[in-house]
């Protein structure tokens, strides 16, 4: 998107125009930004959605059930019980109830 947009984005907000125009022309928060994407270029992140479980890495969009097999692969390894729903919302590919 374009400056204008965000502008105007800003505006149909209600936000205040000024404070967020020099908000973006601001580099203050450029430092911060430019660690947060060195230290995800450093632990091979290469874009989003980038999601890291127990130190596991997982690059893209997932299926519910591959976050659920890499979490319970991590409380397995740490001997943590998995809960029942757990176990099976990983073998199903579906949210546990109440999730």
Known sequence: MDKPTYLQY??????DVKRFEDSIN????????DADLAEGKSLGVSGTPAFFVNGKFLSGAKPFAEFATTINAELTRLKIPIPAAAQQAAVQGAPAAGG
Do not use: C, E, N, T
């Not at 800003?10 to 936000?15: I, T």
């Open 10 to 15: 800003a505006k149909d907000l209600g936000l």
């Open 26 to 33: 601001s580099a203050r928060g450029k430092p911060a930004i």
